[in-house]
């Protein structure tokens, strides 16, 4: 198995600021293949006949070992900067399950500890990608792109709080990978002729106000987490009080990844100091993470892409108005552009 090698600062919050794990070894398994930027695939050139594994570039699958503990796996996707990260393997050379952000944003809200056995986890209750859920999440690399997108899109209907953010890649024949929602969702756009691209907007994808969960400034980010996995969402919009309706910030799954790999419980501080207490660089601006309504679901993917973001905001119709009215996540654009229709995805690979 792969190791990483990594000093941690000291615990607390203005440690954090820019930590990232230093490599100290040859990553032969742990991250492969990174040479290639993400945003690259809003690029690409769909093909009609070709597969998934040729319309999304590897940007190289974070790996560890069964045999490992939480706090190891917490570190590995802190340092790849993945969302997500395949666990083998098997006996018969499977691969045991997946860790991904969500995992422990659960892990914090029941209290596990970082020196936990990630084998037990993936045996446990609250394990998001287990092994039970790898053949339902598992694509081909030959299959299509809409056939992906459609594994995404069935999963997420699913009331299970199980994670159907990735799928994994793999058969006998290649080596296994991971694709987030957003790889897929960079490729479904591509794969969109200019007009659909122009109609389908972000009010038509987006979750509504009343289905998000919220958190106020003076809440600890405890409590935003446990809004979250209450909720099955994967993040909380941070408002000065509860009567609040316009955006101030926002709580995700890489804030739980943040304060896991810190050693910290989400008690030690308010969400209004954690999200002040990051420099643009580190965590997204309220600008960063808003788009409006009315704008293209195009726009809204090329936001997220060029800033590595999962969610955004979504504000009222028309360029001055601040109010959320929702919030729109990369799986929601998988959702959507999968319900618009197979075929007319297809139908579009030589697009124009």
Known sequence: ????????????????????????????????????????CA??????????????PDRGTAFCSKGKTLGDACDILVASERTAALVGYTDDGKVCGVLTENDFLTALVSGTPAKYSIYDWLHGEHARFPRSMMEALTVSPKASLAEAAAVLASESEKASG??????????????PRLLSAMDVAL???????????????????????????????????????????????NCALAVPGKKYHNHHGMITGADALRTFSERLHGDETTVGQWLHGFTEAEHPTQKQRS??????????????????MHHLAVL?????????????????????????????????????
Request: hydrophobic share 35%; charged share 20%; proline share 2%.
């Open 316 to 352: 009222g119709l028309g360029a001055d108005s601040k109010e959320v009215v929702g919030i729109l996540s990369s799986l929601d654009i998988v959702r959507r552009l999968s319900s618009h229709g197979l075929d007319a995805i297809q139908a579009s690979h030589g697009g124009s």
């Open 1 to 40: 198995s792969t190791h990483l090698g990594y000093s941690r600062p000291a615990s607390g919050l203005s440690s954090l600021r820019g930590f990232r794990p230093q490599m100290s070894c040859s990553l032969k398994e742990t991250v492969a293949s990174r040479s290639r930027s993400p945003k690259r």
């Open 291 to 308: 788009i409006h309504a009315d704008a293209s679901l195009a726009d809204a993917t090329k936001v997220m892409a060029n800033h590595g």
């Open 162 to 175: 199980s994670a159907c953010h990735h799928v994994l890649l793999c058969d006998e024949n290649h080596v």
């Open 43 to 56: 690029h690409a050139q769909v093909g009609q006949d070709q597969a998934v594994s040729e319309v999304i």
């Open 187 to 233: 490729a479904m756009m591509s794969a969109l002729k200019t007009q659909e691209k122009v109609t389908l907007t972000v009010k038509d994808a987006m979750k509504h106000r009343a289905d998000v969960a919220t958190c106020t400034f003076g809440d600890t980010p405890m409590q935003a987490y446990q809004a979250m996995v209450k909720s099955k969402q």
